[in-house]
């Protein structure tokens, strides 16, 4: 008597990736062609690991750290503005923010029919070291620029770059540099990682 046997599938283990996204690339797998039968860099040109999925997303015109995994709690919780999930970023803008423009910033900025939560907000002493933006951005010699470091606890649409015009600082470059304990640090734009055990520990901390 033949006995046959049934192939059991395990369960697929969980993946978090760290990845630098360069300007100018879809925070998404797949994209429709434009009208002149070209498309957009998307997430699919540069990630190779199957069924992860991005922990909210960056607009084509920002740069910086993306968190994918395949672990869908930690994916919604981390999306959720409720949970108030801290996010960095370095954001250069048109002149130098008076302390007025700072502390509207901090203590929050009516956009459209909604008002900012309060934010961390501080002037960078000095140019951050990043790499160069490809294309760069478009320079006035005669008007200055500076960079702020900024963390807020929500993500809607656009908003670091709404809240700088809402002051009369309109954003000229967005790099995300924190996704709470995680860092972009040792990533180049196009690269990608593992988490390190350590990483994964501190960013699962709060929500377990």
């Known amino acids: 008597m033949s006995v ?3 192939r059991i599938a395990l369960p697929m283990p969980y993946r978090y990736l760290l990845f630098y996204k360069p300007y100018d690339v879809l925070s998404q797998f797949s994209e429709d062609p434009l009208p002149d039968g070209t498309r957009r860099p998307t997430l699919k040109d540069y990630i190779t690991v199957a069924g992860v999925y991005p922990v909210g997303r960056l607009d084509r015109d920002s740069e910086g750290l993306m968190l994918l995994t395949n672990n869908g709690r930690v994916q919604h919780i981390l999306s959720d503005p409720r949970f108030e999930h801290p996010r960095t970023y ?6 130098i923010p008076d302390a007025a423009a700072l502390q509207q910033l901090r203590s929050g900025v009516a956009i459209q029919s909604y008002r900012t939560r309060p934010a961390q907000v501080r002037l960078l002493a000095m140019e951050p070291e990043l790499p160069p933006r490809n294309p760069p951005i ?3 010699k005669s008007v200055p620029t500076a960079w702020l470091e900024m963390t807020l606890t929500e993500g809607k649409n656009r908003q670091v770059r709404r809240m700088t015009a809402a002051v009369g600082f309109p954003t000229l470059r967005l790099v995300r540099v924190g996704i709470g304990p995680l860092r972009l640090d040792g990533l180049a734009p ?3 990682r593992e988490l390190e055990s350590a ?7 709060p929500i377990r």
Do not use: F, H, N, P
């Open 190 to 192: 196009g690269d990608w």
């Open 138 to 140: 478009r320079y006035r």
């Open 4 to 6: 046959q046997c049934q």
């Open 90 to 95: 370095w954001v250069q803008v048109e002149r």
């Open 199 to 205: 990483e994964l520990k501190a960013l699962l901390a």
